[in-house]
């Protein structure tokens, strides 16, 4: 994260402004750790940019945009945003609603200097470079011309061993600490 820190932190550089206007966040999520990991981050980063200005965000699960008028809208906020956020799964490609925002927001993009943040979950053993996820995400980045971060959070992920996502992650013995189980690291370990 010190990367989006960075970028906003050289853009208020300049003359201090009295009311800065707010930098304007708009984010999706596969489910609710996603989101209460991505406005984690987020808060973290607000944390760290005093002078840039209040942060102002919008969020949508991707159950959300599985109704076209939500993927209208997400992606018209999209394509105004300062900072585009998108917490999900490496293992599995976005749903195609989810995508169709992606492909939305990415076209009609307008505002310089934006950034598009990717919190992607992934096991060590996965092949995060190849993930379906993480290149659509890449290849967003490049048609909006916005700045791309990323960070790969390593789990276990319950998808880590379906043969379609395509990304060469094997499956874990049963019983063994990757076998979608929680793991507490500890003396009575």
């Excluded at 009311?19 to 304007?24: H, I, L, M, R, S």
């Excluded at 890449?138 to 960070?151: Q, S, Y």
Aim: hydrophobic share 40%; with cysteine; net charge negative.
């Amino acid at each position: 994260m010190r990367g989006i820190i960075a970028h906003f932190n050289a853009q208020s550089l300049g003359p201090r402004v009295p009311d800065p206007a707010p930098v304007k966040v708009v984010g999706v999520y596969r489910d609710v750790s996603d989101y209460i990991m991505a406005t984690h981050q987020l808060q973290r980063i607000a944390n760290r940019c005093p002078l840039v200005g209040d942060f102002e965000s919008t969020w949508w699960s991707f159950d959300a945009l599985k109704q076209p008028r939500e993927v209208q809208e997400a992606a018209r906020a999209a394509a105004e945003a300062d900072l585009i956020w998108c917490s999900a799964c490496a293992c599995e490609p976005l749903p195609k609603e989810v995508a169709a925002w992606v492909r939305q927001w990415s076209v009609d993009h307008s505002k310089p200097d934006a950034a598009l943040v990717s919190l992607l979950r992934c096991p060590l053993s996965g092949d995060f470079e190849r993930s379906p996820t993480r290149l659509c995400l890449c290849n967003a980045a490049r048609v909006a011309g916005v700045e791309f971060f990323e960070r790969r959070l390593v789990c276990d992920c319950p998808q880590a061993d379906d043969p379609l996502t395509g990304i060469g992650i094997p499956p874990p013995a049963a019983g063994t600490p990757g076998d979608r189980q929680i793991r507490w690291w500890g003396i009575n370990e």
